[in-house]
């Protein structure tokens, strides 16, 4: 992954990006060299934050996140971190885990010192007396494109295999212009989007089923 030279200034911290919105760009020091937002774009990425490095639930989710890794790659999804931490601080953190687990941190984790980029994403509360970032976690499109976004407190570990499960969907969901059920997995029937015309329901009433939950397959 390359980065490139520039990057905007950041929005106000004052309007977070929410889904829908196109993700801020940032260039950013990270523990697998400099980065920016932007170089990203034609891939998924998933953007997230944890609190503090040398921390007990941060460092359960990073050796899952690592563990992972070839599943996101297969989606042609990214990975990358933050923290407000220093980049000493994450270089120390990944040595450490690597020591302590066997396990190698494949993706970059951004320093925040300024707490500029976590302010801009809404990591940080307003008005929140601690510099200690939330659990979010942003799915951005190949466009740049904020798709879902997560939030944890400090005291709870996220769910990989459910972030994994939720760019599988969104992925198919875009692919096939279908949505996905209540805990759907890949391979299981998806849902048709209702009709939008008096045609349309007229011919999804044809095939005897109910015209708005239609399973079908992809």
């Known amino acids: 992954m390359t980065a490139e030279t520039d990057a905007p200034p950041l929005p106000p911290p004052s309007c977070p990006p929410i889904i829908g919105d196109v993700a801020p760009n940032f260039r950013a020091r990270t523990t697998l060299g400099p980065r ?8 998924w990425l998933v953007f997230f934050s944890h609190p503090a490095d040398f921390t007990p639930v941060c460092t359960s989710e ?22 407000v931490d220093s980049l000493s601080s994450h270089l120390a953190w990944v040595h450490s885990i690597a020591q302590r ?8 984790i951004v320093e925040d010192p300024t707490m500029g980029i ?6 940080l509360p307003s008005g929140a ?38 760019v599988k969907a969104l992925q198919t969901c875009d692919a096939a212009e279908v949505s996905t059920p209540e805990g759907w997995q ?8 209702p009709p939008v015309t008096a045609d349309g329901l007229a011919e999804a009433g044809a095939n005897g089923t109910d015209w708005y939950y239609r399973l079908g397959s992809v």
């Open 62 to 83: 990073f050796v899952a996140f690592a563990e992972a890794h070839a599943a996101f790659q297969a989606l042609d999804c990214e990975l990358l971190a933050l923290s």
């Open 186 to 193: 890949p391979g299981e029937p998806v849902l048709a989007n």
């Open 118 to 123: 976590a302010r801009a994403y809404g990591m």
């Open 36 to 43: 920016t937002l932007a170089s990203y774009r034609g891939r």
């Open 101 to 108: 687990f066997g396990v190698a941190i494949p993706f970059p």
């Open 129 to 166: 007396t601690s510099s200690a970032t939330v659990r979010t976690t942003f799915v951005i499109d190949p466009d740049g494109i904020v798709r879902a976004l997560v939030a944890y407190p400090l005291s709870v570990g996220r769910s990989v295999a459910e972030l994994l499960r939720l």
